[in-house]
């Protein structure tokens, strides 16, 4: 099973950046798009930002212009960097990737553990 590895999420203040990581466990036949979402408490998952395999990217209304996702290929890593938190940023981010592990196999959805992103006011 495709494992994606979270990191960068943390408690931080209003104003204030965070960086966070996600690795693709294992190598891979190839993968499509990588993306983040992000889960409120009480509230449904939403896309936060999302990046092709070109490079072509796509936000959220609400992050436009505070957040940059990028992705370094060669790594199988994909970024999301946080600037101006503001407090309802608050929320679990998850990774996901939709990949094609093996030739032959299907483009499957993956999802990270998720990784907690806290901004106090």
């Known amino acids: 099973q495709l494992q994606l590895v979270e990191s960068g999420g943390g408690l931080v203040q209003a104003g204030g950046s965070l960086r966070l990581s996600c690795a693709v466990s294992r190598s891979i036949f190839s993968i499509n798009a990588m993306g983040w979402y992000r889960q409120a408490p009480g509230k449904q998952r939403e896309l936060v930002a999302v990046i092709g395999s070109s490079g072509s990217t796509n936000y959220a209304d609400s992050v436009k212009g505070r957040f940059t996702i990028s992705r370094d290929n060669g790594k199988n890593t994909v970024y999301l960097q946080m600037n101006s938190l503001k407090p309802e940023d608050t929320a679990l981010y998850y990774c996901?990737?939709?990949?094609?592990?093996?030739?032959?196999?299907?483009?499957?959805?993956?999802w990270g553990q998720g990784t907690q992103v806290t901004v106090s006011s």
């Open positions: 996901n990737a939709k990949a094609i592990t093996k030739i032959g196999f299907p483009l499957q959805n993956f």
